[in-house]
Structure formats: structure tokens, C-alpha cells
């Protein structure tokens, strides 16, 4: 069973960097897809970006586009989110999930099976 366990949130002053992680522990299938959503205080869980794990290539909302960058570590064992230039309207919760490699439905939420519980961002102004 996949678990998923997110770090490195925390309090930034806009224009600002911050890297979050997301660790990956037991046995995800070969083919999957590593995401990172948010979620902000009244508002639905919105896609971020997301890293086909197997096939390497990444997709990245409007919104963060040029902004963050995902990747992950050699061992396959962590994803990173890189984000530069944060703005207060980036502040949110920060989830990691995994889910199947479904490129038409990568930024559904609903293909995702497994979440961690979230780190927060919050980005002062």
C-alpha cells in the first residue's frame, strides 16, 4: 500500500521560493502519476502540477505555469514541488496524491488513490 507523507510547508513573504516534498513509501504500481493540489480555506482542491512517473513527462496548471517546477529524486522515492515568485493567492493547503496515469483526466482528483495529509503554504503580502 502506497503511503504518501508531505514536509516543508510553511510561512513565506511574496516574491519569494519554497520547495515542499512528498515521500513515497510502499509499493506503488510501475505505471502511476505523482501529483501535487491545493486546496485554500473555502475553496475546491485545485490541481497543481503533476509527474507521470514512468514516462517523465510533467503538466502544470495556468496558474503556476513558469512559476513551480515538479520533479523527483533518482531513487523514485520523493517528489518535490519547487515554487518561485509566490504570491498571497498561492497560500493553501498542499496535498500530494498518486494516482493512475490517465493523461486525459490528469487534473481530476478522482483518479488519484492515494493523498497525504497536506502541508501548509502560506504566502504573506
Known amino acids: 500500500q502506497v503511503q504518501l507523507v508531505e514536509s516543508g510547508g510553511e510561512l513565506v513573504e511574496a516574491g519569494g521560493s519554497l520547495r515542499i516534498s512528498c515521500s513515497v513509501s510502499g509499493r506503488p504500481s510501475s505505471r502511476f502519476v505523482m501529483a501535487w493540489f491545493r486546496q485554500a480555506p473555502g475553496k475546491e482542491r485545485q490541481f497543481v502540477a503533476a509527474?507521470?512517473?514512468?514516462?517523465?513527462?510533467?503538466y502544470y496548471a495556468e496558474s503556476v505555469e513558469g512559476r513551480f517546477t515538479i520533479s523527483r529524486d533518482d531513487a523514485k522515492t520523493t517528489s518535490y514541488l519547487q515554487m518561485n515568485r509566490l504570491k498571497p493567492e498561492d497560500t493553501a493547503v498542499y496535498y500530494c496524491?498518486?494516482?493512475?496515469?490517465?493523461?486525459?483526466?490528469?487534473?481530476?482528483?478522482?483518479?488519484?488513490?492515494?493523498w497525504g495529509q497536506g502541508t501548509q503554504v502560506t504566502v504573506s503580502s
Open positions: 509527474f507521470n512517473w514512468s514516462e517523465g513527462r510533467k
Open positions: 496524491a498518486a494516482g493512475r496515469p490517465i493523461v486525459s483526466a490528469i487534473r481530476d482528483p478522482q483518479i488519484y488513490y492515494t
